[in-house]
């Protein structure tokens, strides 16, 4: 398939008639061909009309349809083969086992929304029984979830297979029964039009109408706002920086209609080393942290930026070892020109300030845009006094938080903005501090790990990622695993409807073999 | 108990400091003693660092203690007996037999949320296998939920006992694990003080810790705000007015931490009594129709403020009978003088619209505050070109829509806001009308009902009492039922904790024998 530029409005390619722009290639600082137009404001009208001309027909597609038409979105971007990764890896800089690896989780997450579709207990089904005798009688009752609406999706820079164009909030809201209308991010605009185009294919082989999908290219704050603003629109999925993601919260709750925002924005993810665990490993600690921290050029959302520890010998032997690693890591090309620009400008900020010290460096690189890991430390008491410590710099630098006492743990932890991720290296020793330490992590974060790093976000039931504001701007759900699809889902009772106006799922056969709950008891065909 | 003009903070009664008021008997329009001194800011401080105390505490409670709080806290307001309905009575004008109903249901609600507490299928538990062979790796992952954090909760004023002090959001919350602080509506004070002290004994004699509950007496505009303002307060309930609950919406997402406000607002919930119900029992629906309409003087959120209807002998047929039913119906007093005044207005701005009748009016009555019931009718043409129409009136009124064919049932529902609730009349013959309106109102209201009266909202695990906005400003959750305790839970996971760090309910021997999802599939022990 040549990339020629174009955007998608449902079954049609268009070449948009606003500003082009080209792809940069961030190795080189070059633009890469072709150029790609912008969509016009008129452009995002037609996704959003066709979106929600789709909506009702999408929305009760049964089980088995739209789990098949998931299934074979993943197909075709398989079958996009090496120009996928080829081209993805020219526009972020990404290696190409990286790249093949986030494939292979766009399309299982593809597949495991499948599974959670003809499961479905996402319905959430409930029905309770009549009690035309009770004194006033009880109506019968029936519940079922259904999807919010047509869903406005951001694709983030730094997973542009995973959390882009078909990334976890489209595969939750397609899932969900949400036509979805993605604004490409527009560092890798080439990457966006191949898996625009093998969705578009996947609805119409599926039967699907066209405006179950759509994607434009164009900027933020025309383009992002027009979309955020679209009385269509009734959820919107964003994956980068606060900035970005409280443009999109606000212009959300500045419609007549307001909806929801699922921002996933900034963490710093810390990481705390309880004393016991640091005396039975801190060398192997600090090598492996360096290991996590530069993963990806530290272009994780989940990247650990904050290492807490009790001063001593053990925290020396944990420095020597991370900055002698650190030394051994060679930089990585950043995702974009201005990436690059903004973690080196964080880590310079990070070096003057006061009472911050540099523990060491990562290796210098030739390309364009290589980022240069960085390690930092200082004590508690600086941190707490300078709320500028606690900013997130996106990419591989952070900062080492030394305490007096294990009292200063607790007063960190508790000092901290909401988390994606809380870390503990915990040993047996260490119950009494992890006990004590834990209910804080759990008010601030969405993850909680013990000896291990945050970088690696499984795709299961189980996962969470999200947390606390301004880790998210809603912590009651999650944008990776399973549980994603409930994000996009409103509760509807039906009562007393007469059989033949009752969606099936909640039909007293129960022919969807579904889980569901019985007068407050979960039962299965 | 003496009424002593007090309210509650933590284990200590509290009289106010600032400006003194006095309830008012809407039936004479004259105050109640005792005086009530409002909160001071340094009191909702003192609430909400106690709320903020008790929080880590609180939400680890076993499923059992929890219950039995709900339980005993359910049992000392029954132990009040006739005084909390005579409080009640004279400070809302509602007749004994509906507040002791409303008791019922507000014990009943406290009580299936112990159920609900017990179940433990609200944790949402969750547990996937560490794969540890896999390439990479797959970690433990246990996933469960957690309460938000302490609850900022407002009265109505339409239910003195079962949306007030102890009612579905602080049951919901509490059951959550959510400490809750209460802004008193400012209507029933006296009740207010007799519910909340019977919690905060039952926070006593539960061994709880005090902060689990406070009460606030004070307006919103001071007190309230400051209380959604607090930075412990991590989410809010209301019912009340669109102006009320915007007000705390823009407030909420103004704070530097935004948080959810679940506001219950503002519903007219359309009838759509479809061209065969309508021909096989016109006079009957229009006579069932105005005891809805006026039961508890109209002040119901679900009060149906709409009917839709074709044009033709047998609407005249509905109108006639209406209006016969109506005449019949004595006045009964509102809730407070400026509710009334309010319904006074909103009739008489409806009775003045262009292009709208008056079909007949409920009797007068002779109590201060006498709520004189009103139909009007008019047809979509002028429904559809003046906005005013679709107004909720709080109170007794209603406007008849006269459809010239059946196309404009839906060109209707399309054109409405969101809804509490929409309601079908339907007969066999309306099949195909029917199935082509359901889409629209699916999209439209949190509960669609056939062949009934949308007043009366079932306690139960399937109803939903919510709907899209303005219904209310969270359309992903309800207000009344068992998964409400869902709006105040985020979720948590875990990843490879040691054993004795893993909370009760995530442990491999599944001990509390919870429901749980083990490798995506639902399991119990």
Same mark, same amino acid.
């Given at each position: 398939?040549?990339?020629?530029?174009?955007?998608?409005?449902?079954?049609?390619?268009?070449?948009?008639?606003?500003?082009?722009?080209?792809?940069?290639?961030?190795?080189?600082?070059?633009?890469?061909?072709?150029?790609?137009?912008?969509?016009?404001?008129?452009?995002?009208?037609?996704?959003?009309? #066709?979106?929600?001309?789709?909506?009702?027909?999408?929305?009760?597609?049964?089980?088995?349809?739209?789990?098949?038409?998931?299934?074979?979105?993943?197909?075709?971007?398989?079958?996009?083969?090496?120009?996928?990764?080829?081209?993805?890896?020219?526009?972020?800089?990404?290696?190409?086992?990286?790249?093949?690896?986030?494939?292979?989780?766009?399309?299982?997450?593809?597949?495991?929304? $499948?599974?959670?579709?003809?499961?479905? &207990?996402?319905?959430?089904?409930?029905?309770?029984?009549?009690?035309?005798?009770?004194?006033?009688? &009880?109506?019968?009752?029936?519940? &079922?979830?259904?999807?919010? %609406?047509?869903?406005?999706?951001?694709?983030?820079?730094?997973?542009?297979?995973?959390?882009?164009? @078909?990334?976890?909030?489209?595969?939750?809201?397609?899932?969900?029964?949400?036509?979805?209308?993605?604004?490409?991010?527009?560092?890798?605009?080439?990457?966006?039009?191949?898996?625009?185009?093998?969705?578009?294919?996947?609805?119409?082989?599926?039967?699907?109408?066209?405006? *179950?999908?759509?994607?434009?290219?164009?900027?933020?704050?025309?383009?992002?706002?027009?979309?955020?603003?679209?009385?269509?629109?009734?959820?919107?999925?964003?994956?980068?920086?606060?900035?970005?993601?409280?443009?999109?919260?606000?212009?959300?709750?500045?419609?007549?209609?307001?909806?929801?925002?699922?921002?996933?924005?900034?963490?710093?993810?810390? *990481?705390?080393?309880?004393?016991?665990?640091?005396?039975?490993?801190? @060398?192997?600690?600090?090598?492996?942290?360096?290991?996590? #921290?530069?993963?990806?050029? /530290?272009?994780?959302?989940?990247?650990?930026?904050?290492?807490?520890?009790?001063?001593?010998? !053990?925290?020396?032997?944990?420095?020597?070892? $991370?900055?002698?690693?650190?030394?051994?890591?060679?930089?990585?090309?950043?995702?974009?020109?201005?990436?690059?620009?903004?973690?080196?400008?964080?880590?310079?900020?990070?070096?003057?300030? +006061?009472?911050?010290?540099?523990?060491?460096?990562?290796?210098?690189?030739?390309?364009?845009?290589?980022?240069?890991?960085?390690?930092?430390?200082?004590?508690?008491?600086?941190?707490?006094?300078?709320?500028?410590?606690?900013?997130?710099?996106?990419?591989?630098?952070?900062?080492?938080?030394?305490?007096? +006492?294990?009292?200063?743990?607790?007063?960190?932890?508790?000092?901290? !903005?909401?988390?994606?991720? @809380?870390? #503990?290296? *915990?040993?047996? %020793?260490?119950?009494?501090?992890?006990?004590?330490?834990?209910?804080?992590?759990?008010?601030?974060?969405?993850?909680?790990?013990?000896?291990?790093?945050?970088?690696?976000?499984?795709?299961?039931?189980?996962? *969470?990622?999200?947390?606390?504001?301004?880790?998210?701007?809603?912590?009651?759900?999650?944008?990776?695993?399973?549980?994603?699809?409930?994000?996009?889902?409103?509760?509807?009772?039906?009562?007393?409807?007469?059989?033949?106006?009752?969606?099936?799922?909640?039909?007293?056969?129960?022919?969807?073999?579904?889980?569901?709950?019985?007068? /407050?008891?979960?039962?299965? @065909?």
């Amino acid at each position: 398939m040549n990339i020629k530029g174009e955007f998608v409005i449902g079954a049609s390619a268009v070449t948009g008639s606003a500003s082009a722009f080209r792809a940069i290639d961030p190795s080189t600082g070059q633009h890469i061909e072709p150029p790609f137009g912008a969509a016009t404001l008129d452009d995002v009208e037609r996704a959003c009309t #066709l979106a929600a001309a789709a909506f009702d027909s999408y929305r009760e597609t049964s089980l088995a349809q739209r789990a098949a038409f998931l299934e074979q979105a993943a197909q075709n971007i398989l079958d996009l083969g090496p120009q996928l990764i080829e081209r993805a890896m020219q526009e972020s800089g990404l290696p190409q086992a990286r790249l093949e690896g986030e494939r292979g989780r766009t399309v299982n997450q593809l597949r495991l929304f $499948a599974k959670v579709v003809r499961d479905g &207990r996402w319905l959430g089904a409930a029905l309770d029984s009549a009690l035309p005798e009770r004194v006033p009688p &009880r109506p019968d009752l029936r519940l &079922r979830k259904i999807a919010l %609406g047509p869903v406005a999706v951001f694709g983030a820079s730094n997973f542009p297979l995973a959390f882009s164009v @078909a990334g976890g909030d489209t595969a939750s809201a397609l899932a969900a029964g949400c036509p979805v209308v993605v604004k490409a991010h527009g560092a890798h605009p080439g990457t966006s039009e191949l898996v625009a185009k093998a969705i578009m294919a996947a609805v119409a082989s599926s039967g699907l109408p066209e405006g *179950v999908f759509s994607m434009l290219h164009g900027d933020g704050r025309t383009i992002g706002q027009a979309l955020v603003g679209h009385p269509a629109i009734k959820a919107v999925g964003f994956t980068g920086s606060r900035q970005g993601g409280m443009a999109l919260v606000r212009a959300a709750a500045a419609r007549d209609e307001p909806i929801p925002v699922y921002a996933e924005m900034s963490s710093i993810n810390p *990481v705390f080393v309880l004393p016991a665990a640091m005396a039975g490993g801190a @060398a192997k600690i600090g090598s492996g942290f360096v290991d996590s #921290l530069t993963l990806g050029a /530290g272009q994780f959302c989940t990247n650990p930026g904050l290492v807490v520890a009790l001063d001593g010998p !053990d925290l020396e032997t944990f420095c020597d070892a $991370a900055a002698t690693a650190l030394q051994g890591k060679a930089a990585s090309t950043m995702l974009t020109p201005g990436i690059h620009a903004a973690f080196n400008s964080g880590v310079e900020r990070l070096s003057k300030a +006061d009472g911050v010290k540099l523990l060491g460096r990562g290796q210098q690189g030739t390309s364009a845009c290589a980022g240069q890991a960085a390690l930092f430390i200082t004590d508690a008491a600086a941190f707490l006094a300078n709320p500028e410590l606690e900013e997130e710099i996106f990419g591989a630098s952070s900062l080492v938080i030394r305490c007096g +006492d294990i009292a200063q743990f607790r007063q960190v932890a508790e000092h901290l !903005d909401g988390q994606l991720t @809380a870390t #503990l290296f *915990v040993a047996e %020793g260490d119950r009494e501090a992890a006990t004590h330490l834990l209910p804080a992590l759990e008010r601030k974060a969405g993850r909680i790990l013990a000896n291990g790093y945050p970088t690696g976000v499984e795709v299961s039931y189980a996962m *969470v990622h999200g947390g606390p504001f301004p880790a998210t701007s809603d912590s009651r759900s999650t944008s990776v695993g399973a549980t994603a699809i409930d994000r996009f889902l409103r509760p509807v009772s039906y009562q007393d409807l007469p059989t033949w106006l009752l969606p099936e799922a909640l039909q007293d056969n129960n022919s969807l073999a579904l889980w569901r709950l019985r007068d /407050g008891e979960l039962e299965k @065909a």
